[in-house]
Each structure stands twice: as structure tokens, then as C-alpha cells.
């Protein structure tokens, strides 16, 4: 058996590469790596795939017979599930969850007891569990439904507000996912007038033509409704984006960077320091290093960022993709929480999206994503190097090169950044060329 965990848990095709016996082994071999005497029971959670159920079944199986409790939580969101489990002093969070991927996908990702996604060492105990023969027989553990308590989710999030957002005119793209319930409630406790889009959810549309791969949807959809802003998530909730009034979208880096440029005039920024992946434009990097502020680069995936942000003390954190970790509020992405703090820190100071997302001026970005056979062939492929060299060698200083396999996808990314659309889009399309010919 190859290695099980990706950069964000256990994820494939569900029923052929994610089947309910890899995901009963996968809860049983969990609840003998994770649970411990004083802290016996998993909390449990998942999106609105169809799939969500019966995986959701089969794991919950796995982790009683492995002599875990399970508190079921039902459909939330994947940091819902990340708080509830600091909340309810758990061992552990499970959330059953392909996040962005298509509605065929599933899976399956583990948060430790301070909400935190599992380091390599706990992943790897993990996967030698499932491989090893079977434990002996234990009495199963409980299940305890989730009562009131999941409420305190909600009121966390209204309490993480800058200001209230009365006024203010909001559509909320919710992926048909997680959080089509908890968005819109959220902003509108908080008094903005909301209007969700994509918030019926049947099993089968998460993320289709909507959500956080389709930014342009909520920003059409703003313009269309005269509103002020737009918030999009992705089938999880666990990132944002964002439109203004415009049509504009606004994204992970210039949210980022908004937060980080607040955090420091208050004399939060701990550090000086904010933690951003090799994905961050370079527009970003430039206006922290105006501002005095030192960024962290980690590769991509918030997990890489939380790491990132512990092994600093930095207290924000965030991918381009619109994952940002706000270290005071919880361990990992939150969508709902970035929307809190985005909109309201809009709503404290009177001002436009727009003005915010000012203050990173973006260069131009091409990302173009090849279908490979094996993303792991591109380390030793010769050629592919060669022409990233080349690339980069032409931009010099004014543009960027990256070229990186997928953690989630059978993918090779190709990444421009250039003076100009035009230059990024040649670049690329010249590398993604040569990653076709030798590894497609």
C-alpha cells in the first residue's frame, strides 16, 4: 500500500478508492493512535456529499471498535469541526470531506486535540495501524449526540466581528457545501442583509460551477444584485473569497494581506511576521516588505502554514487560495471566520472592499494545471527544470517561475507571474508544453 495521507487527509474517488473498509480501519486505527483515557471520544463531522453517509457510517464503526467514543456532529464545516473539538476537550476531529474536489471525491482528514491537523509522525502511526493485523477485540465505544454546544460555533464567529455589518448588502456563495446554513445565519446575526446563492445542497452539486473555484460567479452575482461585497466558499467552508461592489474579485493574498497591515497598527502582529505559501504573488511579498512586515514562505497547504505559524509565534497566516489561519480564533482555515473578519474590518473603518484589498497591487498570475500520470515523476524530470530555468532566467526580477506536483490531484502546476497577462500566459503555456510531452 502506497502512502495513504495527502496534504489534506485521505481523499479519492469514493467507493473505489475510498471505500467504507478503508474508512472503518482508517477510524479504528485512529482511535488507537489518538484517544487517550482522559479524552476518549472523536467528534465527527462532514460535508453534503452523498457519499458523506455511508463513509460517515463505516468510520464512526471503526473508531467504537477501536474503543473510541464518537460525538456524530453532523453536516458542518471542516473548522466547526476543528473548534468543537478544542471546545469539547476531545482526542480528536474527523471530518469527512473532499473539500474543493468534484462530488465523486471524499475524504477523510484527522485535528488533534488542540485543533490542529496530525504532523507526519501521528499520519504515519496512522497508516502502519491500519496495515497491521487488527487489535483485539474492545467493548465499543459510546456515542453521545451533540447537543447545544454546537451553537457555540456560531457565537464564536459573531464575537470574532471588528464591527457589526448593518447596512452592508452581502450574496454568499456556499458551494451547496458545509456551511450553507451557518453563512448566511452568521452574517446575517451580525445585521447584514444576506442573500445565499448555491445553498441547496442535494448530494450531488457541491462545488459544481460554484464555490471558491468560481469566484467570478459571486462577483457577477453582486453586480447583478446591486450589493456591496461577495463572499464565495468552497465545499468545506474551511477558505474564502471574495467580490466588491465592482465585480472584482479579491483574493486569499490581498485579504492577507489587509488583515496583516490591521494586526500591525493595533500592535497584534506578533513578530512583525506573517506566515504565506510559495503560491503568494508577488505583489504581496512587496507590500509587507513596505510595511516593515516579514513573510514566512512555506509550501502549499494550510496545515504547512499552522506549522509555520507555531514554529514562529505568528498569529496570521494564509494561502492566495483563500485559506487564512487567524492563530486567536482557531487552528486552521476558516471561511466564515475570514468573512467575519474581512467584512467587519470594512464595516469598523466605513470603507469599500476595494480600498482594503488595495493595498497588495497583484501582479499578473497564470497557473495552468496539467494532467500527468504520475505527479511524482516531476522531481527527476530533466527537461521540465530546464525550461523553468529558462523561464525564469527571461523574467529576472520582475516575474516568478513555480512549477509544483499536486498533493490532492494527479496534477502538475505551472505557476507565471510577469510584468503582463500576456508574458505570464506565454511562459506558461511554454513550461505546461513541456510537462505534457514528458510526463502526460
Known sequence: ???????DGVRGVAGSDLTAELAFALGRAAAVALRRRDAPTFVVGRDTRASG?????????????GGGGVIPAGVLPTPAVSFLTVDLGAAAGVVISASHNPPEYNGIKFFGPRGEKLPDALEERIEALVEAPPPPEAPPGPIRPLGEEGGRYLDHLVAAAHARLDGMRIVVDCANGAAHRVAPEVLRRLGAEVEAIFD?????????????????????????RGAHAGVSLDGDADRALFADREGRVIDGDQVLGACALDLKARGELVGDTVVATVMANLGLRRAMAEAGIRVVETAVGDRHVQEAMRATGAVLGGEQSGHVIFARY???????????????????????????????????????????????ALEGCGPVW??????????????????????????????????????????????ADVVRRELA
Open 1 to 7: 500500500m502506497g502512502r495513504l495521507f495527502g496534504t
Open 53 to 65: 453517509a455511508w463513509l460517515e457510517e463505516a468510520l464512526v464503526g471503526g473508531i467504537r471498535a
Open 200 to 224: 441547496r445542497p442535494d448530494g450531488t452539486n457541491i462545488n459544481v460551477g460554484c464555490g471558491a473555484l468560481h469566484p467570478e460567479v459571486v462577483a457577477a452575482a453582486v453586480v447583478d
Open 330 to 376: 482557531g487552528a486552521t482555515g476558516d471561511g466564515v471566520l475570514t468573512a467575519v473578519r474581512f467584512l467587519s474590518l470594512a464595516a469598523a473603518r466605513g470603507v469599500p472592499l476595494a480600498e482594503l484589498a488595495r493595498v497588495v497591487r497583484r501582479y499578473p498570475q497564470l497557473l495552468e494545471n496539467v494532467p500527468v500520470r504520475d505527479p511524482g
Open 386 to 431: 530546464e525550461a523553468v530555468r529558462l523561464a525564469q532566467e527571461a523574467l529576472g526580477s520582475e516575474g516568478r517561475v513555480l512549477v509544483r506536483a499536486s498533493g490532492t490531484e494527479p496534477l502538475v502546476r505551472v505557476m507565471v507571474e510577469a510584468g503582463s497577462e500576456e508574458e505570464a500566459a506565454r511562459r506558461a503555456r511554454a513550461i
